[in-house]
């Protein structure tokens, strides 16, 4: 059987004892990095052999697997971290196994994607994007896919490029409430509520999840001259736009991104 083992993404005690039994039980293991891997390995006494597995050579590893699978082999796969087939090697060779019709399944286990969306608190549906692409044009046309959708995504981040994130999707979506998730399961697991316009603030350390909100129904049936007006008077005031749209959208029980994108305009 082949076994597709979430492992921790951060604390190591969120390791299933079915992923400790099954990674003790296979013959070998596929993994991304067999250093990353060994840390692991060694918290739990598992000293079964360990196959380098990554997305320069998972498609020519697959024939050998298929056939160490009908040999009668036992193999696992895991990543390093979370869930194989995330953003991370393990769909090729589901496919190819699924193609055959040679047996497979999942242990489940941590996935980030699922953590910082339940931590953000936001409604599902929900769009997993993953990382962005790293040419311009190709960023920008799934970025303009993306927009007109009425629930968040959820994109992976890296730490050096967490400021040019919000600004390419400011430029495509405009405002919109944000919650920036970094660390997960670690000790200084950190969750930032922000908006593309504001920006991230905190650390730049870890791995990123950030998870953006929907376009939002501009069908208000509040009188649009009646917010701008209010608006004008409050930021004449003293108030800024942030606060004002704030208070507006607490006032009439509508949307805080919808007064803001008035305001801005």
Do not use: W
Not at 30 to 46: A, N, P, Q
Not at 98 to 104: G, K, N, Q, S
Not at 157 to 177: T, W
């Amino acid at each position: 059987m082949f076994y597709i083992v979430a492992t921790p993404i951060g604390n190591l005690s969120d390791m299933s004892s079915r992923a400790i039994d099954t990674l003790r039980e296979c013959d070998y293991i596929l993994c991304e990095d067999t250093r990353t891997s060994m840390t692991l390995l060694k918290h739990y006494d598992i000293s079964n052999k360990l196959v380098s597995y990554h997305k320069f050579n998972e498609a020519s590893k697959c024939d050998s697997i298929a056939q160490d699978l009908m040999n009668g082999k036992n193999i696992a796969l895991i990543s390093d971290a979370g869930m194989p087939g995330i953003s991370d090697p393990g769909a090729v060779v589901v496919r190819y196994l699924r193609d055959r019709h040679i047996p497979y399944t999942v242990v489940p286990g941590p996935s980030a994607l699922i953590n910082a969306f339940v931590l953000s608190g936001y409604d599902a549906p929900f769009t997993f994007v993953g990382f962005l692409p790293e040419k311009n044009r190709a960023k920008r046309e799934l970025l303009n896919r993306l927009a007109t959708l009425p629930y968040p995504s959820i994109f992976y981040v890296s730490p050096h490029s967490i400021e040019e994130f919000f600004q390419d999707v400011y430029e495509v979506y405009g405002n919109r409430d944000v919650c920036v998730v970094r660390e997960l399961t670690k000790k200084f697991e950190q969750v930032e509520f922000t908006d593309l316009a504001t920006g991230y603030t905190g650390a730049v350390k870890g791995e990123f999840v950030v998870v953006v909100q929907g376009k939002e129904d501009d069908n208000i049936e509040i009188d649009k001259d009646t917010i701008v007006a209010e608006l004008e008077k409050l930021v004449d005031s003293g108030v800024s736009k942030k606060d004002a749209s704030k208070v507006l959208a607490e006032k009439y029980n509508i949307k805080k991104n919808y007064v803001y994108n008035l305001s801005i305009k």
